[in-house]
């Protein structure tokens, strides 16, 4: 069983930047494929980043492309969101997420059928 527990979330003005901290329990982090998703009101979660097990790989959303930063520190069991020129559209709940199976399939990274488990988010709120 892994836990994964996110913090970090605020109310922010558009501009501002957050950095999203996601810790995870467990023995096996260093071997999982991390990512973030988020769901603002209304809609359906949608994937924002992914990172491979080493942090060597990366893939984002196209539309947080050279604002968001995804990375992992595997000796602290943990992955960050570094969320910088935050828009009033990146207002969600942001959620981490485990990919046990430590895949790496670009095709399939967006899918939240691949993760499986989930901490219980943290709400962003992007004032204009």
């Known amino acids: 069983q892994v836990q994964l527990v996110e913090s970090g979330g605020g109310l922010v003005q558009a501009g501002d930047s957050l950095r999203l901290s996601c810790a995870a329990s467990?023995?096996?982090?260093?071997?999982?494929?991390m990512a973030w998703f988020r769901q603002a009101p209304g809609k359906e979660r949608e994937f924002v980043a992914a990172?491979?097990?080493?942090?060597?790989?990366?893939y984002y959303l196209d539309s947080v492309k050279g604002r968001f930063t995804i990375s992992r520190d595997n000796a602290k069991n943990t992955v960050y969101l570094q969320m910088n020129s935050l828009k009033p559209e990146d207002t969600a709940v942001y959620y981490c997420?485990?990919?046990?199976?430590?895949?790496?399939?670009?095709?399939?990274?967006?899918?939240?059928?691949?993760?499986?488990?989930w901490g219980q988010g943290t709400q962003v709120t992007v004032s204009s």
């Open positions: 997420a485990a990919n046990v199976a430590s895949s790496w399939r670009t095709t399939r990274l967006r899918l939240g059928s691949e993760y499986t488990y």
């Open positions: 467990g023995r096996t982090f260093s071997s999982y494929t």
């Open positions: 990172i491979n097990w080493s942090g060597a790989n990366t």
